[in-house]
């Protein structure tokens, strides 16, 4: 198998077949900065272990072939990101400045062992670095309740001031929806390129910020969810189960990825047939459809507060500790009783008759149905063409880090092959459509993009089979 195959891309790394004939021992390596790669920058690699093999022990290491007897780096494997994929990672470990341009080979070893292979990758004059990158660098600004980092000759240096309005906005919204107040300011990179779903919260807050946001372009309501993401973690808990922590965050930004009625949106659920039982969304939430899962945990939270009140659900919710199973669903039974008198079943049964009492509204089957497939889309589209921005292994380098070493690349640059202009393009339209309630030119676009992407996975299979027992030497 080769590594993140980009058809027609004359300088994307373009790796060779394997020494080793062992088919099931198939590495695949990501690049970055992604798409090209010029004189000058920092690379980064992700090895990526094919799936069942045993790595305990391993280690990877890397060589430049044509400069160099010394390796790169050396790594261990370790789970990455939310999905916990696992991979040998390796940031910045290859400084190109001061090479020439020009064809290098890279050479992968996995040790003990010996297995080794080769890889060959273009760097590009520096010159040819398109804009804004050259002259592009991070600033910082403060506002009411943020610290803000941006790069320059980018939509949101463009836009600042209004989106430190819409900031502060929205950060007094969540303060008083969480009856909280600020602490500390709220620190935010902004990404000037699609990640996930264009939002992420741990210690800080990393949202995109682009005028063509493919993932849909309602910026406030991202950065309002993630800022009750950074206020929840600052209250804490001793567990916060993840199907109550985006609820949560779902439920007081008023809506997904837009404006919505909670109760309508998990009514339709319900209709559709899409309902996910709370225990087995609770005990993976992040590996069960994405948006279903987003949304009923909104309408479960606000049927517990609708029930009981803020207060006793904040206590509640608060109050959550780890179950002996090891099982969120468990550990809210526990709390459930404990509170409220009620096994998670109960209240459940409760839920889903108040949901099948609510009124439908008009459209909101087709809008919830098509906001699943759209969601859907974006994520088999990063899957196959833009790898690093798909959310369960996204390519989310720290800013701080990336801020001290003057390194914007990583987050400007991605991949703009014409199959993925043309898909972004055509994505954009169908989240345009569907904000409009245009229901079937949204219906005709995503089927059009999938078309595109089906057509697409069907060459690279047929050049996997083309290319599998080729075998090359090492210069
Ligand atoms: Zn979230």
Redesign the pocket.
Known sequence: MLASPQPAATSTPTPTAAIATASDLDFDVRYHPDGQLFVGDLVSFEVIAPPGVDLEGKDVTIRVGNISQQDLAQSGFSSFGIGQRPQATFNWVWDTSGLDEGKYYLRFSILPGHFTWIETVDLLPQQAIPPPEPRAHWETVESECCVVHYITGTDAAQDLEDLLAQADALGEQAVSSMGTEFSDPIPITVLPRVLGHG?F?GDEIYISYLDDNYAGNDFSQVLH??MV?ILDGRLGGDLRPSLL??GL??YLSGGHFKKEPLYSCAAALLDLGLYIPLASLADSFYTSQHEIG?LEGAAFIKFLVDEYGWDAYEAFYRGITSHPSGKQSQAIDAALQSNFGVTLAQIEGRFTAHLDRQHRIPDMIEDVRLTVIYYDTVRRYQQLLDPSAYFLTAWLPQGAEMRERGIVADYLRHPQLPENVSIESILLQADSHLRAGDYLKTEKALFAVNSLLGKIEASRADALIAVSGETTSFP
Do not use: I, K, L, P
């Open positions: 939002g919260a969810h993630e993401h922590v985006e965050a779902v987003y």
